[in-house]
């Protein structure tokens, strides 16, 4: 069962990893670009003035704030949606969900099977991404501190979680991919923006910690307001899936 659903996905994983890797390539260009600029004093294209206008002290404060707090969330949660979003639903599309049902495995253990395979797929794209940007550091002279970066690689990972276990709820309850896709996304936003809106919300939020390049106390809180939402959906997706007639 393993096998078959890393093939199924195979697709979606070489295409969000390809843009994780660019996205990567692309920051390591823009920070190479800006020490450019300050060394020579010339002002930037203008193409290029919104993406170097902020001060970058050193490789490693821009490696928080361009990848960890901007590009690696947006491709990570989108890359977690589609993965999720099609799980169940994907199979009850094709009908290949008789097949599955048919076996002598619990609903339960087919579910986490499903869900322990995108957990994987998501972290290898988060680590590809994150080792790409620790050789680029090596090469720049630049090293960036190993367990700060496994930490946050770590913690972008659990982040990814939330419209994962979203996305694989919304699959049970819809018979397409796109709703599933759509719906969870949907969700992820609002619970990014409930953080915006309560008091000291963004203390709490994990952009917060990448944004202080993680020199503060370890996110404990935010890791665990990720953990729960991530862990919410789960539950919520077994006991609809326990449920479902098919």
Known sequence: MILKEVLQARW???IFAFLALVASAGNIAIYQYHKYLQASGNAAAPLFQELTHDPVKNYSAF??????ATNG???LLLFAAVLGGG???EEARTGTIFFLLSKPISRERILLAKYMVGTGLLLAVSVMSSLILALAGLALAE???VLTLLI???LLWLVAL???????FFSILFSDTLRSVVFSLLVTAALILVTLFLSHGGVWSMDYAWKAS???DFPFVASIICLVAALLPLLAALLAFRKKAY
């Open 162 to 168: 939330v419209p994962l276990g979203l996305a694989l």
């Open 143 to 145: 090293p960036l501190d």
């Open 214 to 216: 993680l020199a503060i």
């Open 12 to 14: 979606k994983v070489l």
């Open 152 to 154: 946050a690689t770590g």
């Open 73 to 75: 969330p947006l491709i």
């Open 87 to 89: 799980l169940i639903a």
């Open 63 to 68: 490696v928080w704030g361009s990848w960890f």
